[in-house]
């Protein structure tokens, strides 16, 4: 076991299916010679050279819509997106081509492309540079949508996503490129679908994906000093949803919060309340509650842009709300 | 060229054009359904370049109008009409319509309805080719107005930058459904746009299948040498409307569609190969005649008597239908 950086969990699986698979291959700005601008390919270049490594031009959609083309045709491209705001110009060949092409063609041709990039915001980076996007991907048919929330997953889901034949976009977090976890040595695997519980817990389910599932682990041992005892489930796959798992916890702990870094309406947290209703509403003895960003661009000055994101007392808040203790 | 091949060129254009005008009429008849765009009228264009290609070995790929460069590149032409039936014996299992055909068994790798979208899918489809080191080339058709979008310049310089083995055939017929080239184009010879990526590029008469095949020849010879991207340009004009929905006559003025009428590819290549005295009118008649028995006889009735897709199958072809459950899960099956 050793214990890796999240940068570092996937450039080990880069390091890994690029020398696994001879046709698998990287593309995007500054991936090659510069290493990355998360250092996630750092190395790599050098390693595998150029043809392999492919610094890209600032033509989002155009390099993205060049990795699907070479997916069509055999090549297994792992396109990194320097950010995810730089995705909206992805989104004509994302959406459009790659999502679709599958389907159109009747399950004749196949996308297997997958797209990483930091979804989510950091310190101060304003309106242009916060986007999170997690919910738009999710209501895309045809694609896999994935959140690894440390490096275990980062490393495990990136190398499972390039042996998949989808499209998966993987989006990580711009604040957790640090985290540290152990790693086995050898070579593994972690699945793109399965809702994880990462905490037991008995009296309310908190949800989240992503870096919300730290205010999740955060929120629940604050609670437990209250003598609140909290189940976190990591979502994991955005798409498709492991709803089964998610209607178990609930189920056992009869109270549900989602927290996501998404803003809502219409966020992640939306779609996982409509679930736990039609799947066991019954279940329920109390009312759900949405944690998320406020709907607004996201501000530069850091009071502000505080007020905007939700942290660890949001989501403390909220599930007392649910327990009905404020 | 032999006769033999210049007799079954003409035939293969007698072909398309009836197959598009019997599409037409089904689309009349309500049998198909959606946008339906027609190539009557740029056939030498498609046929002239796939006929220099190796179809089957090459990637192509187009827009909407697709039917024609399917089936020339090697797609049946009844599955193609079985797909614009929505019927499942289609080349897209009537999942994709007249606008998206596929048909990867011989790199037919799809009509695209997104103007501009197909540029960097064909450039990929190149740079998979010098990826696995083989001889193929991608091609890729699209209109004049597809150069307007950033997509055309975003690809084009990173086809160039790359080496990428891919041509591009524009296909300038002049108008963008009702726009014409020059309203929405500062530079109206496209040919010329290419100077500012260093790919070589040519402009040609796209309604002598003669001048477009020498044009391909070279052009192909030289991408497929590894030479990088090539661009050719054809001036051609669509004989119907850009799809069933718009009146030319809105846009396009009467002597203008008189003028190209005149120029239409059927008439200037079976007026040179009688000519030449490869082919009399009766020969030409008989072709005709032939050509409408196959299409009413086997390819429409194939369309007709196919079934619909199945209802149940509605989330088949989403995802990967047979998935390995080592990459997909459930979590428990992790390694
Ligand atoms: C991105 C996008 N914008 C607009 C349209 C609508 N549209 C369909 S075809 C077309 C004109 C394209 O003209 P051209 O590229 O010259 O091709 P042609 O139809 O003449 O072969 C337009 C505007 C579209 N399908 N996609
Ligand atoms: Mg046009």
């Not at chain 1, 209703?277 to 949405?290: G, K, N, S, T, Y």
Request: net charge negative; with cysteine.
């Amino acid at each position: 076991m050793a214990e890796l950086m999240y940068w570092e969990a996937i450039r080990r699986a880069h390091d890994e299916e690029l020398a696994n698979d001879p046709n698998v291959i990287v593309m995007g700005e500054d991936v090659g010679v510069v290493g990355g601008t998360y250092k996630a390919t750092s190395g790599l270049y050098q390693k595998y050279g150029e043809q392999r490594i492919i610094d890209t031009p600032i033509s989002e959609n155009s390099f993205t819509g060049i990795g699907i083309g070479a997916s069509m045709a055999g090549v297994r491209p792992i396109i990194e997106i320097m950010s995810i705001n730089f995705a909206l110009l992805a989104l004509d060949t994302l959406v459009n081509a790659a999502a679709k092409i599958r389907y159109m063609s009747g399950g004749r041709v196949s996308c297997p492309i997958v797209m990483r990039t930091p979804g989510g915001t950091a310190h101060q980076l304003a309106a242009q540079h916060s986007a999170r996007l997690a919910r738009m991907f999710m209501s895309t048919a045809g694609l896999r949508v994935v959140t690894p929330r440390g490096p275990l997953d980062a490393c495990g889901m990136l190398k499972s996503a390039v042996r998949c034949n989808d499209p998966v976009i993987v989006i990580e977090h711009e604040r957790m490129y640090n985290l540290k976890e152990e790693l086995p040595d050898h070579e593994f695997f972690r699945p793109l679908e399965g809702a994880e519980i990462v905490r037991r817990g008995t009296d309310i389910t908190l949800i989240g994906y992503n870096y919300s599932v730290h205010l999740c682990l955060e929120a629940a041992k604050r609670l437990e000093k209250d003598g609140i005892s909290a189940e976190v489930l990591d979502l994991r796959a955005l798409k498709p949803l492991d709803r089964e798992t998610i209607r178990r916890s609930v189920e056992k702990t009869h109270r549900v919060l989602v927290a996501e870094e998404d803003e809502a309406p219409v966020g992640v947290g939306s779609e996982i309340i409509a679930t736990v209703i039609e799947d066991c509403f019954f279940a329920l003895d109390a009312q759900p509650v949405r944690v998320h960003a406020a709907d607004v661009p996201v501000p530069y000055a850091a009071a502000l842009e505080h007020a905007a994101i939700p942290d660890v007392e949001d989501v403390y808040k909220g599930a007392l709300k649910v327990m009905g203790k404020i | 060229m032999k006769a033999a091949d210049q007799k079954r060129l003409l035939r293969e254009m007698i072909f398309y054009r009836r197959f598009e005008e019997r599409c037409f009429e089904a689309y009349m008849e309500r049998k198909i359904g959606g946008f339906l765009h027609l190539y009557s009228g740029q056939e030498a264009v498609a046929t002239g370049v796939l006929e220099t290609a190796r179809c089957g070995h090459d990637y192509v790929i187009t827009g909407y109008r697709d039917h024609v460069h399917a089936i020339k590149t090697g797609a049946p032409a009844r599955e193609v009409m079985a797909e614009l039936y929505g019927k499942e014996t289609g080349s897209s299992r009537g999942r994709g319509g007249s606008m998206h055909v596929f048909d990867p068994t011989v790199n037919f790798m799809g009509g695209y309805a997104l103007v501009g979208e197909p540029f960097p899918l064909a450039a990929g489809l190149a740079l998979a080719c010098k990826h696995k080191k083989t001889d193929q080339i991608a091609i890729c058709f699209l209109g004049d107005g597809a150069n307007n979008q950033g997509t055309f310049h975003e690809t084009m310089n990173m086809a160039a930058v790359w080496h990428l083995p891919v041509l591009f055939v524009c296909e300038n017929n002049q108008y963008a459904i009702g726009t014409r080239i020059d309203r929405s184009t500062a530079v109206v010879d496209q040919y010329k746009r290419m100077c500012a990526y260093n790919i070589p590029a040519s402009q040609h008469d796209g309604q002598d299948i003669d001048i477009v095949m020498t044009a391909a020849k070279k052009a192909i010879d030289q991408v497929r040498a590894g030479k990088g991207p090539y661009f050719l340009e054809f001036l051609t004009y669509r004989l119907r409307g850009h799809s069933m929905s718009d009146k030319t006559i809105t846009y396009r003025p009467k002597e203008e569609e008189q003028k190209w009428a005149e120029r239409d590819p059927l008439k200037i290549y079976s007026d040179r190969l009688k000519k030449a005295g490869v082919i009399a009118d009766a020969d030409i008649k008989a072709m005709e005649k032939e050509v409408q028995d196959e299409i009413e006889n086997d390819i429409v009735k194939f369309a007709e008597e196919s079934a619909d897709p199945r209802v149940e199958d509605l989330y088949k072809y989403v995802l990967d239908d047979n998935p390995d459950p080592r990459w997909i899960g459930p979590l428990q099956n992790a390694i």
